[in-house]
């Protein structure tokens, strides 16, 4: 359902220590408001309805909704100038543009 780049889970844990952060991450779909939505992280509670993984030791979780339309999801990290950031990708792109931006980990 989830999969790491060995470097994402380094950055995402390393992220959630720094905001003093122990929820799980929801990946969900984003609005940017003038292009096609991205694919995000956020820290969220879990909802009776959600699908949950644990991969290396954190919790993500996605709901079924959204799971459908996307299938497997990738996370990666980028650390280059001007890019640094989360790469959230799945296996059913959602736009042409899908895996090109970096996000942060919203709250």
Known sequence: MIKLEANAGRAIKSFLAEKGCQQPLR???QSSGCCDP???LRADQIRESDLVQEVDELTFVISPE???L???VTISFRDEPGRKGFVIT???PISEWAGFGVSIINF
């Open 90 to 92: 799945s296996i059913k």
């Open 27 to 29: 990946i969900q779909l």
């Open 66 to 68: 959204t799971y459908q």
């Open 38 to 40: 991205t694919l995000c």
């Open 70 to 72: 996307l299938g497997e």
